[in-house]
């Protein structure tokens, strides 16, 4: 399931500490985004440059969004 995380905790001794459970969070959702935003171009048959820069500029981008995007995309594209 490409959504699914695992969580190991470190042991009390670790070296770093905090700052590795932040950079390992920050590189978790990268992952997450980045697989969102391919699945949406996918699903919308647009180019995954231009899903980013229209989910980007939205400030605030809401389940109900995402499927009005997918069915009008879908809509407009299969009158052409």
Same mark, same amino acid.
């Given at each position: 399931?490409?959504?699914?995380? %695992?969580?190991?905790?470190?042991?009390?001794?670790?070296?770093?500490?905090?700052?590795?459970?932040?950079? !390992?969070?920050? !590189?978790? /959702?990268?992952?997450?985004?980045?697989?969102?935003?391919?699945?949406?171009?996918?699903?919308?048959?647009?180019? %995954?440059?231009?899903? +980013?820069?229209? %989910? /980007?500029?939205?400030?605030?981008?809401? +389940? %109900?969004?995402?499927?009005?995007?997918?069915?009008?995309?879908?809509?407009?594209?299969?009158?052409?």
């Amino acid at each position: 399931m490409p959504l699914s995380r %695992v969580a190991l905790e470190s042991p009390a001794g670790a070296a770093r500490g905090q700052a590795d459970d932040i950079q !390992n969070e920050a !590189n978790e /959702l990268l992952r997450i985004r980045d697989y969102l935003f391919k699945e949406l171009a996918e699903k919308t048959d647009q180019p %995954v440059e231009q899903v +980013c820069y229209k %989910v /980007l500029s939205l400030k605030h981008f809401k +389940c %109900v969004y995402v499927l009005l995007f997918i069915i009008i995309t879908k809509f407009a594209l299969s009158k052409h």
